[in-house]
């Protein structure tokens, strides 16, 4: 789910309630985009997991899940940027984008 607040139009897409604490616990954080001031949470994913045989270690939440698309994508998550699965191109190659980021948080279960 996107939110567009009133006063800084800010867009925050939030994890779906199954990876909170008191569910799999698989939530981590959130950060801002420093580009367009957009929150975006995520979560960490199996370490056996591979896209294209690569693993990469979360999952950045981007749009409410729904049956056309999972509502997340791979990325490598660190304190001031974010590597992001955006496509895989007609060559089955990784199309990444490299996000500046700002405010990044780490939750923590109470």
Same mark, same amino acid.
């Given at each position: 789910?996107?939110?567009?607040?009133?006063?800084?139009?800010?867009?925050?897409?939030?994890?779906?309630?199954?990876?909170?604490?008191?569910?799999?616990?698989?939530?981590?954080?959130?950060? *801002?985009?420093?580009?367009?001031?957009?929150?975006?949470?995520?979560?960490?994913? $199996?370490? @056996?997991?591979?896209? !294209?045989? &690569?693993?990469?270690?979360?999952?950045?939440?981007?749009?409410?899940?729904?049956?056309?698309?999972?509502?997340? *994508?791979?990325?490598?998550?660190?304190?001031?940027?974010?590597?992001?699965?955006? $496509?895989? @191109?007609?060559?089955? !190659?990784? &199309?990444?984008?490299?996000?500046?980021?700002?405010?990044?948080?780490?939750?923590?279960?109470?």
């Amino acid at each position: 789910m996107a939110i567009q607040t009133q006063r800084r139009k800010d867009i925050m897409a939030f994890a779906p309630s199954s990876t909170h604490f008191d569910q799999d616990a698989t939530i981590i954080g959130c950060f *801002r985009e420093k580009d367009t001031g957009n929150i975006f949470e995520f979560s960490s994913i $199996d370490p @056996d997991h591979t896209l !294209e045989g &690569v693993h990469y270690p979360h999952k950045v939440w981007v749009t409410t899940p729904w049956e056309m698309d999972c509502g997340y *994508r791979y990325a490598i998550v660190k304190k001031t940027v974010v590597y992001i699965v955006t $496509d895989i @191109d007609g060559s089955d !190659e990784i &199309v990444m984008e490299k996000w500046n980021i700002k405010d990044f948080r780490q939750y923590t279960a109470k």
